[in-house]
């Protein structure tokens, strides 16, 4: 199953930017799709970003495109997945959690219950 463990969160201002990291351990996430999702206060969970495996393909989230960027990079054995935050706006703030899944298609990439490996979340906020 392996484990996630994400950081870089906190309070920022409104137009400032912020990277995430996901220290990703104790598996082979190099052949899963991995993603950033967020949770603002009250609401559901949403997709931020993904990345498939072996093409390194990323998507992105509407509200989100233009403005982040996810990446990966790897460093014995282990992988660290990122999430390059600019231009970041009072209604990004949420917790953002990193996920994982044991598949190499893009199929449902947007979709949170076909992730089965979560981080605990960081909690970015964006003041005005």
């Known amino acids: 199953q392996g484990q996630l463990v994400e950081s870089g969160g906190g309070l920022v201002q409104a137009g400032e930017s912020l990277r995430l990291s996901c220290e990703a351990s104790?598996?082979?996430?190099?052949?899963?799709?991995m993603a950033w999702f967020r949770q603002p206060p009250g609401k559901e969970r949403e997709f931020v970003a993904g990345i498939t495996p072996f093409n390194f393909k990323t998507y992105y989230g509407d509200s989100v495109a233009g403005r982040f960027t996810i990446s990966q990079d790897e460093a014995k054995n282990t992988m660290y997945l990122h999430l390059q935050m600019n231009s970041l706006k009072p209604e990004d703030t949420a917790v953002y959690f990193c996920a994982a899944r044991p598949s190499q298609s893009a199929i449902e990439i947007r979709a949170p219950p076909t992730y089965n490996n979560w981080g605990q979340g960081t909690q970015v906020t964006v003041a005005s």
């Open positions: 104790g598996h082979r996430f190099d052949r899963d799709v």
